[in-house]
């Protein structure tokens, strides 16, 4: 069915995304924006005002960026992000 074409090729993307040479394939777009800001040395609240959301949202996005790189701190997500040269992608 459409439904299942679709759900496949969603798993399908997200697995060439986690199997590229890209240190950032699991992150999604938004996660990316946001460790750039980290990168830059914003601080959650100063995130939250540019994208217009809660502070306790970037704190969520933050908890799953870190999940993700399996790093312990927002210093070490911003020194990963600047070791391996982020570029946020665009939509």
């Known amino acids: 069915t459409a439904v299942d074409a679709h ?3 969603k798993v399908a993307r ?20 946001i460790l750039a800001q980290l990168a830059e040395g914003r601080s959650n609240r100063e995130i939250a ?13 933050v ?3 870190l999940g993700k790189l399996n790093l312990a701190s927002r210093t070490q997500a911003a020194a990963y992000a ?3 040269n982020l570029k946020p992608r665009t939509r």
């Open 7 to 9: 759900v496949l090729e």
């Open 14 to 33: 997200r697995a060439r995304r986690q199997s590229s040479d890209d240190p950032f394939g699991t992150l999604t777009w938004q996660e990316r924006r």
């Open 49 to 61: 005002a540019m994208f217009n959301l809660a502070e306790k949202t970037i704190r969520n996005y």
């Open 63 to 65: 908890s799953q960026i």
């Open 82 to 84: 600047i070791r391996h």
